[in-house]
């Protein structure tokens, strides 16, 4: 008992004196002590753990370890261990000004996310990838889409093969698909992307729609776009803007039976999807208010311009005549059956919040994905997979998305055990990213100058 108080004491010590800033792995062995580790290689924790990091590696996981005398040693005793989340559907500012992308990136970083992939790309995003890459940026790993193939910028089948040829060229890890693409622009993106080797994702075209979409072998469709369009008797005869987004305004008419067909197209040809859910939990759905917004812990790191755009899209999108809050709130659990039903289909369902989007402050609204996600059906260790496993798998990261010896070291000490109470993922007592250790004073002190 009198050695491991001892061993607390010198852990609290060693974290008072470094805790105001990160440290690297590649200098300085970090070890975190009595730490309960949830792997998510199964469903399971690890009890009481001592977790050894160097080089960006966790190089040994055990009860009792021998670590060096200069190792930064962390006091875990009653937290909890989990690899670091990704958001999927992540939007770094789409200019040239590096200040705005870092504040971003920060904010993802401080709140445990430590890879996320871009879906609105620029130019110079490729240039922030290699400087996070460096170590010269603090932010998770990117992965980037380049800039979107959309009904302004690809009018023509000659556009959309020039388009994506440069983005291949260019180094972009996959193409961005907007609305507004045609029975001509569609196909010459589809063909030219599988003869050059580069994946797209994103949105399903109204023209499009989610058959031919599928059809066409999407890595991942985000949004679930496309999937109530595709059930709705008489689609065919409707216009976009009589439909809604995302279908929300015909959602009711949806004929669940085409459910099991749109389940077996999904997995018969390998189809991620993103939900992005807390769209339509938080902007669409009615019982989410404005004042409900303005009062959360997140609000304050958005600039006020911001906040305001975001409560006045709310105010017209409930000022719209087509706005019937019962059926918006058909859509949200027609939604939630929809994410639950690829669930049970082996569909690879991926965590991305679409932030920063109205109303989803970036980092923060990846944790409100979570709850979304378990709100849809999913148990806690199902949805924590979307976040960490599964990313890992679709983005072909070895050793990533567990924890385990010889895995990259991109983990999130917690206060609590989510697996019992998903809430706990928002209790981020400490994040290891890119090698480096953010201690619970470093986040707080961080977070504090981001406060607009």
Same mark, same amino acid.
């Given at each position: 008992?009198?050695?491991?108080?001892?061993?607390?004491?010198?852990?609290?010590?060693?974290?008072?004196?470094?805790?105001?800033?990160?440290?690297?792995?590649?200098?300085?062995?970090?070890?975190?002590?009595?730490?309960?580790?949830?792997?998510?290689?199964?469903?399971?924790?690890?009890? *009481?753990?001592?977790?050894?990091?160097?080089?960006?590696?966790?190089?040994?996981? +055990?009860?009792?370890?021998?670590?060096?005398?200069?190792?930064?040693?962390?006091?875990? !005793?009653?937290?909890?261990?989990?690899? +670091? =989340?990704?958001?999927?559907?992540?939007?770094?500012?789409?200019?040239?000004?590096?200040?705005?992308?870092?504040?971003?990136?920060? =904010?993802?970083?401080?709140?445990?996310?430590?890879?996320?992939?871009?879906?609105?790309?620029?130019?110079?995003?490729?240039?922030?990838?290699?400087?996070?890459?460096?170590? $010269?940026?603090?932010?998770?790993r990117l992965f980037t889409t380049g800039p979107s193939f959309n009904g302004s910028s690809v009018k023509t089948a000659a556009d959309a093969e020039k388009m994506v040829r440069e983005q291949k060229?260019?180094?972009?890890?996959?193409?961005?698909?907007?609305?507004?693409?045609?029975?001509?622009?569609?196909?010459?993106?589809?063909?030219?992307?599988?003869?050059?080797?580069?994946?797209?994702?994103?949105?399903?075209?109204?023209?499009?729609?989610? @058959?031919?979409?599928?059809?066409?072998?999407?890595? &991942?469709?985000?949004?679930?776009?496309?999937?109530?369009?595709?059930?709705?008797?008489?689609?065919?005869?409707?216009?976009?803007?009589?439909?809604? =987004?995302?279908?929300?305004?015909?959602?009711?008419?949806?004929? $669940?039976?085409?459910?099991?067909?749109?389940?077996?197209?999904?997995?018969?040809?390998?189809?991620?999807?993103?939900?992005?859910?807390?769209?339509?939990?938080? @902007?669409?759905?009615?019982?989410?208010?404005?004042?409900?917004?303005?009062?959360?812990?997140?609000?304050?790191?958005?600039?006020?311009?911001?906040?305001?755009? @975001?409560?006045?899209?709310?105010?017209?999108?409930?000022?719209?005549?087509?706005?019937?809050?019962?059926?918006?709130?058909?859509?949200? !659990?027609?939604?939630?059956?929809?994410?639950?039903?690829?669930? *049970?289909?082996?569909?690879?369902?991926? =965590?991305? &919040?679409?932030?920063?989007?109205?109303?989803?402050?970036?980092?923060?609204?990846?944790?409100? $994905?979570?709850?979304?996600?378990?709100?849809?059906?999913?148990?806690?260790?199902?949805?924590?997979?979307?976040?960490?496993?599964?990313?890992?798998?679709?983005?072909?990261?070895?050793?990533? +998305?567990?924890?385990?010896?010889?895995?990259?070291?991109?983990?999130?000490?917690?206060?609590?055990?989510?697996?019992?109470?998903?809430?706990?993922?928002?209790?981020? $007592? +400490?994040?290891?990213?890119?090698?480096? @250790?953010? &201690?619970?004073e470093y986040i707080d002190a961080e977070l504090k100058k981001l406060e607009k």
């Open positions: 008992m009198m050695k491991n108080s001892l061993i607390v004491f010198l852990a609290a010590l060693s974290t008072l004196a470094f805790g105001q800033q990160p440290v690297d792995s590649r200098a300085q062995e970090i070890v975190l002590l009595m730490v309960d580790v949830i792997p998510m290689d199964n469903e399971r924790v690890l009890a *009481d753990q001592t977790v050894i990091i160097r080089d960006n590696k966790i190089v040994a996981i +055990g009860s009792k370890l021998k670590y060096n005398k200069s190792a930064h040693v962390v006091n875990a !005793n009653g937290k909890y261990l989990i690899p +670091g =989340l990704a958001e999927m559907h992540a939007h770094v500012p789409p200019n040239d000004d590096l200040e705005s992308m870092k504040e971003v990136l920060r =904010l993802f970083a401080l709140n445990g996310i430590t890879t996320i992939r871009g879906m609105l790309g620029h130019p110079k995003h490729l240039e922030l990838r290699e400087m996070i890459n460096k170590g $010269e940026v603090l932010g998770p060229a260019a180094g972009y890890d996959f193409l961005k698909l907007h609305p507004g693409l045609t029975m001509e622009t569609f196909p010459a993106i589809v063909s030219t992307a599988k003869s050059v080797g580069i994946p797209f994702v994103g949105h399903v075209s109204f023209k499009v729609g989610i @058959w031919r979409a599928i059809d066409a072998d999407y890595s &991942s469709i985000d949004h679930l776009d496309g999937f109530i369009e595709g059930m709705v008797p008489g689609i065919e005869n409707m216009s976009e803007q009589e439909t809604g =987004l995302f279908a929300m305004y015909i959602a009711d008419r949806a004929d $669940e039976s085409q459910v099991p067909k749109l389940m077996k197209g999904l997995k018969d040809h390998h189809i991620w999807i993103v939900p992005t859910q807390s769209l339509a939990e938080r @902007w669409f759905a009615p019982d989410f208010t404005s004042e409900t917004f303005l009062n959360d812990r997140a609000t304050k790191y958005m600039n006020k311009t911001t906040v305001d755009q @975001w409560v006045e899209n709310k105010r017209n999108l409930i000022a719209n005549a087509q706005y019937v809050p019962a059926k918006i709130e058909s859509l949200k !659990n027609l939604r939630r059956r929809l994410i639950k039903a690829c669930q *049970d289909n082996g569909i690879g369902l991926l =965590l991305g &919040s679409d932030a920063p989007q109205v109303f989803n402050v970036p980092g923060f609204s990846t944790h409100s $994905e979570l709850q979304y996600m378990v709100a849809a059906g999913l148990t806690p260790y199902q949805a924590l997979k979307a976040g960490t496993v599964n990313v890992a798998a679709y983005l072909k990261m070895k050793d990533a +998305g567990v924890i385990k010896e010889g895995a990259v070291a991109d983990l999130v000490l917690l206060g609590g055990n989510p697996l019992a109470n998903i809430n706990e993922t928002q209790k981020v $007592e +400490g994040v290891m990213l890119n090698g480096k @250790w953010l &201690s619970k």
